[in-house]
């Protein structure tokens, strides 16, 4: 019955929570609206098996204060599997919850978005144990979830008193979203046009202060480092001693190709590139592919070949930077090399696939809390979403809005002095919160009933 109870929860959680990734179904309905179900439904009903487990765990609890301690810490765990196990998708996290909230969105300075779920779960469910015939089991119910808040928010908001915005120093940089429907994005007849629309809005009205363009995901729908010509007609919009960076397919020398990104100078040359490490499962590589008779739902018969892994680039006139592509932001503790570490994390990204919904902005909402949690500037480019750049305290300096082309020009944010807490300890502290929660429930469950009103 526990796992019933936490399985049916977590399907209805997902279901509304992941209905826009059907989305990406439709741009090609003719090929892949078969497998719209599947993705409704069947992709909600696998990640509600992390529920059902968690379910099963608080079945063992008793008690109407010991369950909710229960609820938090199963469900906390269910979290962390489900970001791990297997590819991972920590997507729509209960630590999610106080994303959008500047104040208490600086706990994922201390102990991540998982450590916020733990946070998140407890205040929503003690207040459960207000049904208790124990007096201070009562009490507790009431004063521990506004302690939390209240504790919280007061600290989040006396970092952020401190934060300045440096206004007019750090690097100029213009970030392009060009707005581009996916049906039309690799389109051969439309390669000029969408080209020319990204070159034409790296220049226009650009003031002499920008020193870097930025381009999102597979803006170059083309293999630049062996197209000479198309690198020069780039470089024309690269500012003097300036770079474009830009994402772009790139040959792999043993066959197949990476999802990448590309940063040319001002003379056409390669600086530097990035391959994407974490692909998209059945969007960018299908799993088992000799055994399961799928096609990737991406242009072209064959998958991407993963790329190595996050690494800390040197490119002319930049800080030290981590570039990452599309989802592999979501990925809490492995969006920087913790051995050497950057000054900003560029995150190239594609969302037309996913319309108007709220998977965009889900997805920001995950840039803004790498961001926290490293206490390092991300800069976000997309094809069409949401692109904007936050600081490192996650607050927002300046978005182009989702559905919208345009540019946005902005000076670079600095990252902290010192590294965050949860960038050094990593999930350390959510552990052992977990281990707390776990004697916390034991024990009131074995003592708490034996005392009176």
């Known amino acids: 019955m526990g796992f019933v109870a936490g399985w049916a929860f977590s399907f209805g959680y997902f279901v509304f929570g992941l209905y826009w990734i059907g989305n990406a ?7 892949h609206a078969w497998m719209l179900p599947f993705a409704a439904l069947g992709l909600p009903a696998f990640l509600a098996i992390f529920g059902g487990l968690a379910g099963v765990a608080v079945s063992f609890a008793r008690g109407p204060l010991a369950t909710p301690i229960a609820v938090t810490a199963a469900f906390g765990a269910a979290d962390w599997l489900r970001g791990h196990i297997l590819t991972g998708l920590p997507w729509n996290l209960f630590g999610h919850a106080w994303s959008g909230i500047d104040p208490l969105l600086q706990s994922a300075s201390l102990y ?6 733990i946070v998140v779960l407890l205040t929503a469910t003690l207040p459960g144990g207000l049904v208790s015939p124990v007096r201070w089991q009562r009490l507790a119910a009431i004063l521990i979830p506004i302690a939390i808040l209240g504790t919280h928010w007061a600290a989040g908001a006396y970092r952020l008193s401190g934060v300045q915005t440096d206004a007019d120093s750090g690097l100029g940089i213009r970030l392009v979203q060009a707005n581009i429907p996916q049906r039309e994005k690799w389109a051969l007849r439309y390669r000029a046009r969408n080209i020319a629309a990204h070159l034409r809005l790296s220049v226009e009205n650009r003031p002499p202060w920008i020193q870097h363009v ?10 630049l480092e062996r197209d000479a010509k198309s690198r020069e007609v780039l470089s024309r ?14 040959r792999n020398p043993e066959g197949g190709a990476y999802n990448a990104i590309l940063a040319l100078d001002e003379t056409g040359r390669i600086s530097g590139h990035y ?12 799993p088992l592919a000799s055994v399961l008779p799928l096609e990737k739902i991406t242009l072209g018969a064959s998958g991407y070949t993963p790329g190595p892994g996050v690494r800390t680039l040197r490119l002319p006139g930049l800080p030290p930077v981590s570039l990452l592509v599309c989802y592999e932001i979501i990925f809490p503790a492995k969006v920087v090399d913790a051995s050497d570490r950057p000054e900003v994390i560029i995150n190239l990204t594609n969302d037309a696939w996913y319309g108007v919904t709220s998977g ?8 803004r809390l790498r961001a926290v949690e490293e206490g390092i500037p991300v800069v976000r480019a997309a094809y069409t979403g949401i692109s904007g750049v936050v600081d490192s305290y996650g607050q927002v300096r300046g978005v182009i809005p989702l559905a919208e082309a ?8 600095r990252p902290l002095q010192h590294p965050s807490l949860y960038s050094r300890l990593g ?6 919160a977990l281990v707390v929660l776990v004697l916390a429930a034991a024990g009131i469950r074995r003592h708490g009933s034996t005392r009176s009103a």
Not at 237 to 250: D, E, I, K, M, Q
Not at 277 to 286: D, I, N, Q, R
Not at 406 to 413: A, I, V, W
């Open 427 to 432: 999930d350390s502290i959510f552990f052992g």
């Open 25 to 31: 179904l439709l741009v090609f309905a003719d090929q």
């Open 406 to 413: 345009g540019y946005l020009d902005f000076r670079l944010p």
């Open 275 to 286: 391959d994407k490490a974490h692909l998209v499962p059945f969007g960018e590589y299908v």
């Open 237 to 250: 919009v690269v500012p003097p001693g300036g770079l474009l960076v830009t994402g772009a397919p790139r």
């Open 360 to 367: 965009p902005h889900q997805h920001f909402a995950n840039a």
């Open 112 to 117: 991540g978005v998982y450590g916020m779920g």
């Open 214 to 223: 930025i381009w999102p995901e597979m803006a170059a729908t083309l293999y």
